[in-house]
């Protein structure tokens, strides 16, 4: 019998994922189980945009240019100067979701065994593919004490070794709802110029900036024009998951080359996803703002039930729409694993993501867990019911140990 590869042994399982034959099985039990492992939003996509997929009279569905519809990558020069992003339709390769753009910025930058530079807890998919590249993660601690604060550009500068070819960071954060200000991405952009590296920021959750906190965009990073690629996506500001249309866009002409090459090879990212895509781009800005006022309520929501919560220590996150909490257990994995198999409250349990698997440092995040607040405020409340009372009768509970306080409006 043939065996597969190493790399094949050895593919990081998602977290977020992990558990789902858990909650299969407490599905088939007749349990009701409350999503918020994934960052899948319950927020209906644009009605239009469907539209106008349902409207596409074409007889052939054929292979758009490998770097995207033309059409939508011009309007995507207009989405980007709303934020006063000026580039051109030549600087945007469109992508099978924000997960292809990561890839190939990856394979078209990094060789055999360099290093990237991500602040921990990331997502936890980055581990994935720096398998797939053959390339290391070197993680810079955030700490969630401080609300996952990112540390000075020291830290990171420490961090620099002759492999380091680039820096990572997600901005708003996922997994930790952490917002980065001009001022943290002007030290990175200082560091990338000093010692030749990439920055990689992925900007999907740009839209989802609270507490009147102003998004600052990578690519207006004065001087690191060669140095900036973004990675984004639809999937979160349109709920069109499914749709797999994300971009990468760089000023840096050698990264575009190398990464249309990629493209070609692939032959053509999703094309009804794009005709749905290039709809988004239609609309009405209404639509975002009732989005953003909408998670910026469930955060809070959220927020203020695991801040009287017995032991938890978390904090509000500045955008996205996740955050991390750190309960009193011995093992966040053993927990949310209970709370699929051995637990309900009146029928119903919930589903979280053990933390451990987004950090990098070993023994990290054993007792924390990912919470991504894409349920409505009624079931986020019925969640927390869920999950308060679940905590109570842990038996893995840890009383006899020392917690912090939440931490209000943390950054």
């Known amino acids: 019998m043939p065996s597969i590869s190493k790399r094949g042994e050895n593919v990081p399982m998602s977290p977020f994922r992990k558990l789902i034959p858990f909650a299969d099985k407490a599905k088939e039990a007749g349990k009701h189980v409350y999503h918020l492992n994934i960052g899948q939003p319950d927020i209906e996509t644009p009605a239009y945009a469907l539209q106008q997929v349902r409207a596409t009279n074409m007889k052939v569905l054929e292979y758009s240019p490998a770097v995207g519809l033309a059409s939508y990558r ?29 890839q190939f910025a990856f394979l078209a930058c990094l060789d055999h065994q360099d290093e990237v530079i991500v602040p921990e807890p990331f997502y936890a998919n980055y581990n994935g593919f720096a398998q797939i590249a053959d390339v290391r993660i ?138 749905l895509a290039e709809a988004t781009l239609e609309m009405e800005e209404t639509y975002i703002d009732d989005v953003k006022a909408e998670y910026a309520r469930r955060r809070d929501v959220v927020y203020n039930r695991l801040s009287r919560m017995a032991g938890v220590v978390s904090y509000r996150p500045g955008g996205a729409f996740y955050c991390f909490a750190k309960f009193p257990i011995d093992s966040a994995e053993r927990f949310c694993r209970w709370m699929l198999e051995d637990f309900d409250l009146d029928g119903a349990t919930v589903m979280l993501s053990p933390g451990e698997g987004f950090y990098a440092t070993p023994g990290l995040g054993v007792d924390e867990v990912r919470i991504a607040y894409v349920l409505n405020e009624k079931a986020l409340h019925a969640a927390m019911d869920c999950l308060q009372a679940g905590l109570r009768a842990y038996p893995g509970r840890l009383d006899n140990v020392e917690r912090s306080t939440v931490k209000a409006g943390a950054r």
């Open 74 to 102: 011009k309007k995507l020069t207009e989405y980007y100067r709303k934020f006063d992003i000026e580039v051109s339709a030549e600087e945007i390769i469109v992508t099978t979701g924000a997960s292809e753009a990561i």
């Open 138 to 275: 070197r993680p810079v601690t955030c700490h969630i004490e401080d609300g996952f604060t990112l540390p000075d550009t020291a830290a990171f500068e420490r961090m620099v070794t002759t492999h380091t070819k680039g820096i990572f960071i997600t901005n708003p954060n996922n997994p930790t709802g952490c917002f980065y200000s001009k001022e943290s991405m002007e030290g990175l952009a200082e560091l990338c110029r000093k010692y030749g590296l990439f920055l990689f920021v992925d900007e999907v959750y740009r839209e989802f900036c609270y507490d009147g906190n102003s998004f600052f965009s990578a690519l207006n990073l004065e001087g690191a024009e060669e140095h900036v690629i973004v990675l984004d996506s639809i999937s979160k500001r349109y709920s069109a998951c499914g749709a797999r249309v994300g971009s990468l866009v760089t000023r840096n002409k050698a990264v575009l080359e190398a990464v249309t090459r990629y493209a070609k090879l692939r032959l053509s990212p999703p094309g009804l996803g794009q005709i």
